[in-house]
Nanobody, 120 residues
Framework: VQLQASGGGLVQAGDSLSLSCAAS????????LGWFRQAPGKEREFVAA????????AYADSVKGRFIISRTHATATVYLQMNTLKPADTAVYYC??????????????WGQGTLVTVSS
């Protein structure tokens, strides 16, 4: 499975931004897809995940109610709609494919990151 993330950029606090991650590979639909982020000097952390069929989702407490994860099977793409962004959301965002969960070890495949910078 190959993953290609895009959509990062520089925004102001309170703005919205949408990230996308195109997945390719024969069995993409069998994998759960997730978003993680890594801020400067910090460890990579879980943001959101969606199951293979899209029936289950999970969010980190820090983004719950502000971020929405979704996926389209036709284009094998996972999205992360980020609303009411805060400076604390500044990080490199990574998409990943693997088993539904909140830990890095549950994901086998990783895309390159896309940088999101939120100014105050």
């Amino acid at each position: 499975v190959q993953l290609q993330a895009s959509g990062g950029g520089l925004v102001q606090a309170g703005d919205s931004l949408s990230l996308s991650c195109a997945a390719s590979g024969r069995t993409v639909s069998a994998y759960s897809l997730g978003w993680f982020r890594q801020a400067p000097g910090k460890e990579r952390e879980f943001v959101a995940a969606i199951s293979g069929l899209g029936s289950n989702t999970a969010y980190a407490d820090s983004v719950k109610g502000r971020f929405i994860i979704s996926r389209t099977h036709a284009t094998a793409t996972v999205y992360l709609q980020m609303n009411t962004l805060k400076p604390a959301d500044t990080a490199v965002y990574y998409c990943a494919a693997g088993r539904f969960g909140r830990t890095l070890s549950e994901y086998q495949y990783w895309g390159q990151g896309t940088l999101v910078t939120v100014s105050s």
